[in-house]
């Protein structure tokens, strides 16, 4: 499945490479399009949505970017699209749990054996299911991309074992899944904005933080970390979201074509996750940092079972067992 998807990314990336975007027709529709830039592999990705769009409508459609300099919260930009002043957007995992419980599932640290597991997870039943609900919250789903496995930088000594974590100070996203399940294996968690998360490192206020290695890198902090495990504990999901009010003014063609682009940026996310996540290791070790690249994962699920009883209380029963068990 792995090189399945690698190759119609590939093949996606080199259709809109050689082919020029179509010139715009006379009455070409612009929609504004949302996203974190400090994220470069959704903004690349999400380039390809717009020139995939472009192509699929013979320009009818030009998807607008937020200007390269901006940043603007990801709640904020889901509130956006809710209200129509965004049409469209990129949006990584931390604010989707907040919207569709179910997809919180995905975040359960060591649920998945790797990106690969998750995918197939994710593109099957559970995964389409949870695009479905978002119409419930006043947003259409319209495909699942990647932000990256998620991987743990701190200050004071190596991490192979839960034990490792004891005493270790480690701020997370506001995520109660990921929260409950770094508490069972022995980390002393916090929440904090991603804004704060630098400085805090820097003062020593916290040791440690759990990111995707591009998400690590693009905010330098290499400069103020020692260590980085590659722990590969949560596979973080991102999601191609649409404003109904957009989305329901278009042709039953049009949507299938906005459908079709999504796909295409959503595996185009994902070989660049992977790509990404290669170059930043490369880059932080010869910064300096300390990379662990083995740990005890027997022993982090064997912790985590702990943690069992208080997911099976949030989400349906039964999911969190089929969603681990799915190949």
Same mark, same amino acid.
């Given at each position: 499945?792995?090189?399945?998807?690698?190759?119609?990314?590939?093949?996606?990336?080199?259709?809109?490479?050689?082919?020029?975007?179509?010139?715009?027709?006379?009455?070409?529709?612009?929609?504004?399009?949302?996203?974190?830039?400090?994220?470069?592999?959704?903004?690349?990705? $999400?380039?390809? =949505?717009? &020139?995939?769009?472009?192509?699929?409508?013979? !320009? @009818? +459609?030009?998807?607008?970017?937020? *200007?390269?300099?901006?940043?603007?919260?990801?709640?904020?930009?889901?509130?956006?699209?809710?209200?129509?002043?965004?049409?469209?957007?990129?949006?990584?995992?931390?604010?989707?749990?907040?919207?569709?419980?179910?997809?919180?599932?995905?975040?359960?640290?060591?649920?998945?054996?790797?990106?690969?597991?998750?995918?197939?997870?994710?593109?099957?039943?559970?995964?389409?299911?949870?695009?479905?609900?978002?119409?419930?919250?006043?947003?259409?789903?319209?495909?699942?991309?990647?932000?990256?496995?998620?991987?743990?930088?701190?200050?004071?000594?190596?991490?192979?074992?839960?034990?490792?974590?004891?005493?270790?100070?480690?701020?997370?996203?506001?995520?109660?899944?990921?929260?409950?399940?770094?508490?069972?294996?022995?980390?002393?968690?916090? $929440?904090?904005? =991603?804004? &704060?998360?630098?400085?805090?490192?820097?003062? !020593? @206020? +916290?040791?440690?933080?759990?990111? *995707?290695?591009?998400?690590?890198?693009?905010?330098?902090?290499?400069?103020?970390?020692?260590?980085?495990?590659?722990?590969?504990?949560?596979?973080?999901?991102?999601?191609?979201?649409?404003?109904?009010?957009?989305?329901?003014?278009?042709?039953?063609?049009?949507?299938?074509?906005?459908?079709?682009?999504?796909?295409?940026?959503?595996?185009?996310?994902?070989?660049?996750?992977?790509?990404?996540?290669?170059?930043?290791?490369?880059?932080?070790?010869?910064?300096?940092?300390?990379?662990?690249?083995?740990?005890?994962?027997?022993?982090?699920?064997?912790?985590?079972?702990?943690?069992?009883?208080?997911?099976?209380?949030?989400?349906?029963?039964?999911?969190?067992?089929?969603?681990?068990?799915?190949?």
């Amino acid at each position: 499945m792995r090189r399945r998807h690698l190759m119609i990314a590939a093949s996606a990336a080199a259709l809109l490479r050689a082919g020029a975007t179509p010139a715009f027709a006379q009455n070409t529709r612009t929609l504004k399009m949302g996203y974190s830039v400090q994220n470069p592999q959704i903004e690349a990705a $999400a380039k390809v =949505f717009g &020139e995939a769009v472009a192509i699929r409508t013979d !320009g @009818r +459609f030009r998807v607008e970017s937020p *200007p390269s300099r901006s940043l603007v919260a990801e709640s904020e930009v889901v509130r956006n699209i809710q209200s129509g002043t965004v049409d469209i957007g990129f949006i990584t995992s931390a604010p989707l749990a907040n919207i569709v419980l179910e997809v919180g599932v995905f975040g359960i640290p060591f649920i998945f054996e790797d990106a690969i597991h998750a995918r197939g997870v994710i593109d099957g039943p559970v995964g389409l299911a949870c695009l479905e609900k978002f119409r419930n919250k006043n947003l259409i789903g319209l495909a699942w991309g990647e932000n990256g496995m998620r991987q743990i930088t701190n200050s004071k000594r190596p991490i192979r074992t839960p034990d490792d974590f004891k005493d270790l100070k480690l701020v997370l996203p506001q995520s109660a899944v990921m929260m409950i399940g770094l508490e069972a294996v022995g980390a002393n968690v916090s $929440a904090l904005p =991603f804004a &704060e998360l630098f400085e805090a490192l820097r003062t !020593g @206020r +916290f040791d440690g933080q759990d990111n *995707p290695i591009v998400t690590a890198q693009a905010a330098n902090l290499w400069q103020v970390q020692k260590y980085l495990t590659l722990t590969n504990h949560v596979y973080d999901p991102a999601a191609i979201l649409m404003s109904p009010s957009a989305y329901d003014s278009l042709s039953e063609r049009d949507q299938m074509a906005f459908k079709d682009a999504a796909k295409f940026a959503g595996l185009a996310s994902r070989r660049s996750a992977e790509e990404a996540q290669a170059a930043g290791v490369a880059a932080m070790r010869q910064a300096g940092l300390q990379v662990i690249d083995a740990i005890d994962r027997a022993a982090f699920v064997a912790a985590m079972a702990s943690a069992t009883r208080k997911y099976d209380e949030l989400f349906t029963p039964g999911l969190v067992g089929w969603v681990s068990n799915a190949s």
